[in-house]
């Protein structure tokens, strides 16, 4: 194989090599595995998932904090720290020598958090600043509770990933105000309702026709013919055509009744005085 051909084979493999890995970008969890320090910021990572954010991104820096100092972090609500972890990852590629050649004075850099759509006002941006020849990171919120300071470099890809150490974590304002546990539903407020009325029996409506039947039914004792019903009198009883009775007073009342009995008796003593009369004349 000529020497020509050796050469233009291994461009090609360095090649392949860095496409693969553009393409599979980094792994954060398992860059952090080599750095038993930062076990802690890593298992949260993890947990909260934005280790998967990290993952899908090209280039990035990760402000990372030692085990000692993440008792404040960790021992907060999963959605504080998620948002407390993506406001350590700045979506650039910042090195120690990038970070130094900054202009004098604060910079403002953009972070993971400011891409979840949770951050308001400037919570999504840290302030870096040169001050005596340190860099101290901030966030960018109207005074902010701390302050802290790069302390070294850990790993760095140039251009894609820089892994840095913080001497602690930055504590954005309005970010750790969640509660340490379930909060409880509030009591529901008692309305002064009225007392409820006294149950009564559900009355059936009834026509007109039926309120009269049940005021004209007869007791439990024995009917009289004039006391029964206006459906079971003879024609001789019901009214006459032209007359409109009240529906209230279809039934006769007790002296029309009373008159009515004593018809045939009279006609039979007036028969009997007649005959009578005509006996004495004969005579």
Known sequence: MSPS??????????????????????????????YPDFKTFNDLLTQTKVNQQINQRQTITILTVSDDKMSEVSSKPVEAVKKILSSHVILDYYDTQKLKNLK?????????????????SQQGF?????????????????????????????AAQPFNISVLEVSGPI?????????????????????????????????????????????????????????????FRTEADAPAADETPDKKSRAPSKSSAAGKGFVLPGVGLIVMLMLVASFLTSQ
Do not use: W, Y
């Open 5 to 34: 051909l050796v050469r233009f084979a291994s461009v090609l493999f360095s090649c392949c090599v860095l496409l693969s890995s553009t393409a599979t970008a980094f792994n954060i969890t398992r860059l952090l595995d080599q």
């Open 126 to 154: 840290l302030n870096v600043t040169l001050k005596d020849d340190k860099i101290v990171f901030s966030s960018a919120v109207k005074n902010p509770r701390r302050n802290v300071m790069l302390t070294r470099s850990v």
């Open 104 to 120: 004098t004075g604060t910079s403002v850099l953009t972070t993971l958090l400011q891409t979840t759509g949770t951050a308001s």
């Open 171 to 231: 504590i954005v304002p309005g970010l750790d105000a969640a509660p340490t546990g379930p909060v409880a539903a509030p009591a529901p407020m008692k309305a002064h309702a009225p007392a409820p009325a006294p149950h009564k029996k559900k009355r059936v409506a009834k026509s007109p026709e039926a309120e009269t039947l049940e005021a004209e039914a007869p007791s439990d004792d024995a009917l009289s013919p004039d006391d029964a019903p206006a459906s």
